[in-house]
């Protein structure tokens, strides 16, 4: 049931702390069964470095959207233009915000910019023990496509599905 209806906006310099902080959120709510904490600060320290945000905003093949609700920030998502399509990096929504239909808000948001950009298909990846996330990729459409672990730096891996979908 969809009783929530978030504003989509694109993100901006002035709410990328509050980026960071709900990443934060959600990461621990979501992680710390399947990788650990050790982990968990270093992927965030990485993806969610101001400095790399900002470049990101400046860069046109990376996208982010905030989803809001109230005024709070409910949820946010961000997609990168590769060679032949476009992967959804990241998608995040605040744990007591899950499953009012804001996650497939912001899918609709990529998936759009997605095909302005002339992708043909839209993929991500998953951690194959979430399986929350993996059935909202598959309620949005996607398939799984392949599994394997994928180095992350700094001596860690993820054990991920590649989940797919046609544009
Ligand atoms: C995955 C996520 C982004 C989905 O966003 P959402 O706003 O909660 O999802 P939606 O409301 O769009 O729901 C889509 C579908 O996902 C599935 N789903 C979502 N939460 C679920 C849960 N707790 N249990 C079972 N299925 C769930 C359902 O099929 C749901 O459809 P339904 O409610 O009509 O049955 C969100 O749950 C989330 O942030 N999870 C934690 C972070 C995460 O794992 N992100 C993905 C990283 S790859």
Redesign the pocket.
Known sequence: MNDAQPSLHRLTVVDIDAVSALARV?WQA?YPPLISQAQIDAMLADRYAPARVREQLDDPGHAWWVARQDPALA?FAHAIRDETGCKLDK???HPAQ???????ALVRAVEDWARRQQARHLW?Q??RG?T??I??YE?YGFQIVASRVFDTGNGFVMDDHVMERVL
């Open positions: 959600v979501t949820g998608l995040y929504v899950q499953r009012r239909g804001i996650g497939a991500l998953v951690n979430n929350q996330a059935r909202a309620k």
